[in-house]
């Protein structure tokens, strides 16, 4: 048993939060999507599962209120249908072993560019193996380059860090 916080807590401070704090925490069930938002991902990209555990990442881009660099990446749209359990969070790292942090600059806080703990998911070339973790004193743009370096990653999303960090790997607490 393995397990990291995900999503994140939206904090009024952030641009992209209107103001507002609230808990960023869409996600996607048997099927089922329990966002509140729809089939719009907006700047988030869902870290996926299909019935056989078969990892992907969607991006869905809809309204017209993200970026210009966000709205041309759609991304395995087609593959929705088949999300069986699946987690949403920005930024998308990686996709097809490509840096991705290019689409996201806009949406950056001096939190995530700062060091410090970060959190991540993402899944291997052959998308046999899936790694979660955090790597500690490290920014948000060395991420991608170090998860595809040390893990070989080719699909990876960024999760929640800060205050909410926390790890549990073979029923023990290792990160909180």
């Not at 925490?25 to 078969?54: E, H, Q, T």
């Not at 991304?75 to 699946?86: F, L, P, Q, R, V």
């Not at 790597?135 to 999303?157: H, R």
Request: proline residues 3%; aromatic residues 16%; positive net charge.
């Amino acid at each position: 048993l393995s397990a990291v916080n995900g999503a994140y807590f939206c904090p009024k401070d952030y641009p992209h939060c209107n103001g507002e704090d609230f808990s960023n925490a869409p996600r996607f069930y048997k099927w089922k999507n329990l966002s509140a938002y729809g089939d719009d991902f907006g700047i988030n990209g869902v870290f996926a599962f299909d019935k056989k555990w078969n990892p992907f990442i969607v991006m869905q881009q809809i309204r017209g209120d993200v970026s210009d660099e966000l709205k041309n990446v759609n991304y395995n749209t087609d593959k929705i249908e088949d999300i069986y359990y699946g987690i949403w969070n920005f930024p998308v790292l990686l996709l097809d072993g490509k840096n991705m942090l290019w689409a996201y600059e806009e949406y950056l806080d001096r939190k995530m560019k700062a060091k410090w703990t970060k959190n991540f998911i993402c899944y291997t070339k052959d998308r046999k193996t899936i790694y979660m973790g955090n790597v500690s004193n490290i920014t948000i743009y060395e991420m991608p380059d170090f998860i595809k370096k040390n893990f070989g990653c080719d699909g990876a999303i960024n999760l929640d860090a800060g205050g909410s960090l926390g790890m549990i790997y073979n029923h023990k607490v290792i990160r909180k």
